[in-house]
């Protein structure tokens, strides 16, 4: 059975790009290049999955808005 997941990609401060899956707590990785990053979090998916098995109804994805304050 195929499941869809939300996966959210940042660059961090060395350049590194960093995937991050919210519906499966303490999924992530990092790579240099998109192509490694998605080949990753496909294996730490399938990893996260097989320990602790799928997650209950996923939240729907509704976006990603920045929002700025005063720091």
């Known amino acids: 059975m195929k499941r869809e997941f939300n996966v959210i990609i940042e660059k961090d401060s060395m350049g590194y790009l960093v995937a991050t899956v919210p519906q ?3 999924c992530h990785t990092q790579a240099k ?3 490694a990053l998605l080949s990753r979090i496909k294996e730490a998916m399938e990893l996260c ?3 602790y098995g799928l997650p209950g109804d996923p939240n729907e994805f509704m976006g990603i808005q ?3 304050i005063e720091a």
């Open 24 to 26: 499966l707590p303490g």
């Open 33 to 35: 290049t998109l192509d």
């Open 49 to 51: 999955v097989e320990e």
């Open 66 to 68: 920045k929002v700025a």
